[in-house]
């Protein structure tokens, strides 16, 4: 709980519209648009309202669930545009390629292929490499870049996982 408030995973709110749900891919298409229509609104305002990248991540998930498909809202995240659309699309970018670097990427509620996020994170590099022109200071986009690449390579992670806990110094058996 958050400051009194109980915290809500969209994607699994929003993974109850889908196939084990109210199977919302089935609603006759005026019903279906007009909440396709409002998820995209909420979507948009989640990649340029500058909250957290995990955050905009299980909104992602959870349209996926309820709509049946992750490509349609990764093609929709590139389509938005906007300085503020660039940063959270960076963002976004460095988060995912970070957790598929680590091994630790994986959906909560939506059965799809993470492929796709790989695919789809590697094809956004001319947008970063531009955001990280525009913006040489960015460290989200330095890493965003060193992330996509290291992608591209099928390399490791350049970062240490978190968890991870170099051997104690100065300890000689």
């Keep these: 709980m958050l400051g009194g408030v109980a915290s809500v995973d969209p994607a699994l709110e929003l993974g109850r519209l889908g196939r084990y749900g109210a199977r919302f891919v089935g609603w006759p298409v005026p019903e279906r648009a007009a909440v396709e229509q409002a998820l ?7 990649v340029t309202d500058g909250r957290p990248p ?3 991540a299980e909104l992602i998930e959870g349209t996926a669930g309820a709509t049946g498909g992750l490509e349609p809202w990764l093609g929709y995240v590139s389509g938005l545009f906007g300085p503020e659309a660039d940063a959270g699309l960076v963002r976004l970018v460095v ?10 990427f994986r959906f909560s509620w939506y059965d799809g ?29 330095a890493d965003a870049l060193a992330a996509l690449a290291r ?9 240490l996982y978190p968890c991870a806990r170099p051997a104690p110094l100065g300890i000689i058996t």
């Design 40 to 46: 995209r609104a909420l979507v948009a305002i989640a």
């Design 54 to 56: 995990w955050d905009v």
């Design 95 to 104: 988060d995912w390629a970070t957790d598929l670097l680590w091994g630790d």
């Design 113 to 141: 292929d993470v492929q796709a996020v790989a695919d789809w994170l590697v094809a956004q590099h001319g947008r970063v490499e531009a955001f990280a022109v525009q913006h040489p200071r960015c460290k989200n986009a």
């Design 151 to 159: 992608l591209r390579e099928g390399r490791e992670s350049p970062w």
